[in-house]
């Protein structure tokens, strides 16, 4: 007898517990009201469902609390240090690792030491961090996503794959010179969560060795990229996804990561790079910026939990349950008819609050207006990722549409369980049943730059 259970359930049971914001709908709807209809002014505690971010949102074992309690906060070479760093190590294969607080110190210190006003930084993606620390130097930020990535609709395997041709042109038309780096982003969170084949990663690594352009990678997300690896490409399937991971980064020459996502941990980040000179020149950037090079921003306690996340974050039956719940709830969204970016990627379901609203033109703020009935009926916060996020420009100055108007629900890691995915699936159901209700937008402020932070809006009745 075999037993093949159709429920799949969460790989972990449940130590410790948080209550969450269960509020009535005059609370919700005062709240909001006061936060100018935008959800990044709320209070958290007025949250029911919070898939904001996905970055240092997740929940810590018992492990990695416990491995806390050992933490070494010598100023100098801490033992939690030498762990941390072996654990990167281990996985990456790069030579030198310097931790730091977060992904942006870490592509800061980067692009700061080695970047020149004319350098132009090629990527699948870039991260809106990663593309503001080139342009901070002067350089450009380009982004050479293949095709297929720019179709939320299409079901294709790697829609996070960078266009190895246009790659290449690019080094050919402006010079090795100009290119003191490329870089890839797994998965592409820009572009939906979307992940990039091993065959693409060793393509770019060709011809960065080619032309002699030392070649990065971008890694917040290196084990939901390596497990989609493992389903969707041939000759991986037997692979462990520390394998997978060691090949992927053994393509790179070094890698900055945000290890608020697939670090399992609520704060971190390293730099990590084989050059023996762009090594001194990033550890001399450093000091003044982060701090010292064994601890660069992090307590000893956050780098012993960091060591553990970087392990527990390659378990197979963790990887297993982290993409299908993000698959359940988008497969869900989409059974109650409403569009989002195909296949669900690994972190997040996009929806497409364009074709979904589509009786509220792009000016108006579809994701937005989207994000706030949600909370307004249920409590869940979501992230426009459209018009307002983007703040396009036309020549005139005047505001341009963003390609899509997307509304992201980006998932915590073992945070929340399946009734949370089918309670918030219930309500975006409810918002398109009664889409007639949900009323464009109209700035009643807007800061100049990052505006959907701050700003502030009205209903268009
Ligand atoms: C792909 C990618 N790169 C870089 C970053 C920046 O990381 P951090 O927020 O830790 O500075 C993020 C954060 O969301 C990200 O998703």
């Known amino acids: 007898m075999s037993f093949t259970a159709r429920t799949e359930i969460e790989p972990f049971r449940i130590k410790s517990v948080e209550p969450i914001g269960i509020t009535s709908p005059a609370q919700r709807q005062a709240a909001l009201k006061e936060a100018g209809l935008n959800i990044f002014n709320l209070k958290a505690e007025d949250v029911l469902i919070d898939l904001l971010t996905d970055s240092g949102t997740g929940a810590m074992s018992a492990a990695q609390w416990s491995a ?34 977060q992904g942006r110190s870490a592509e800061n210190i980067l692009f700061s ?35 297929e990535g720019k179709q939320p609709m299409l079901e294709a395997p790697f829609k996070g794959n960078m266009d190895v041709a246009r790659l290449e042109d690019l080094i050919k038309r402006v010079g090795r010179e100009r290119i003191p780096v490329v870089m890839m982003t797994v998965t592409n969170n820009g572009g939906g969560g979307q992940p990039v084949s091993m065959a693409n990663l060793r393509e770019v690594s060709q011809v960065c060795r080619k032309y002699g352009i030392p070649f990065f990678i971008d890694a917040c997300r290196f084990a939901e990229n390596a497990m989609f690896i493992k389903r969707r490409e041939a000759g991986y399937a037997d692979k462990s996804p520390l394998e997978i991971t060691q090949e992927m980064f053994s393509y790179a020459d070094g890698a900055t990561m945000s290890a608020k996502k697939d670090g399992l941990a609520n704060i971190g980040g390293f730099l990590a790079m084989n050059d023996d000179h762009w090594i001194e020149l990033c550890r001399n950037r450093m000091i003044p910026i982060e701090g010292f090079v064994t601890y660069g921003g992090l307590a000893g306690y956050d780098m012993e939990a960091l060591a553990v996340g ?13 993409l299908n719940q993000t698959a359940y709830l988008g497969q869900k969204i989409l059974d109650a008819g409403v569009p989002i970016v195909r296949p669900t990627g690994g972190h997040a379901v996009f929806i497409d609050a364009g074709a979904m609203l589509s009786h509220i033109p792009w000016n108006q703020y579809p994701g937005t207006a989207l994000s706030a009935y949600l909370y307004e009926i249920a409590g869940i916060r979501s992230c426009e990722i459209g018009t307002v996020l983007f703040g396009l420009k036309n020549p005139d100055g005047s505001d341009a549409p963003a390609p899509n108007e997307l509304l992201r629900l980006a998932i915590p890691r073992r945070m929340y369980t399946r009734s949370h995915m089918d309670y918030v699936a219930e309500a975006v159901a409810y918002a398109a049943e009664h889409k007639n209700e949900i009323h464009g937008l109209r700035f009643t402020y807007a800061a100049p730059v990052l505006r959907h932070f701050t700003a502030r809006y009205e209903w268009i009745s």
Do not use: W
């Not at 933490?71 to 072996?86: I, L, N, P, V």
């Not at 970087?310 to 982290?322: G, Q, T």
């Open 310 to 322: 970087l392990e527990e974050v390659l378990d197979e039956n963790y990887l297993n349950y982290r």
């Open 113 to 147: 030491a080695i970047l020149k006003p004319d350098s132009i930084v090629p990527s699948n993606t870039h991260f809106d961090t990663t593309r503001a620390n080139v342009e901070l130097q002067g350089a450009e930020a380009d982004d050479l996503l293949v095709a």
């Open 68 to 101: 806390m309690m050992i933490g070494d906060e010598s100023y100098a070479g801490s033992r939690s240090f030498y762990k941390y760093e072996g654990q990167i190590k281990k996985i990456t294969g790069f030579k030198y690792v310097l931790p730091t607080h």
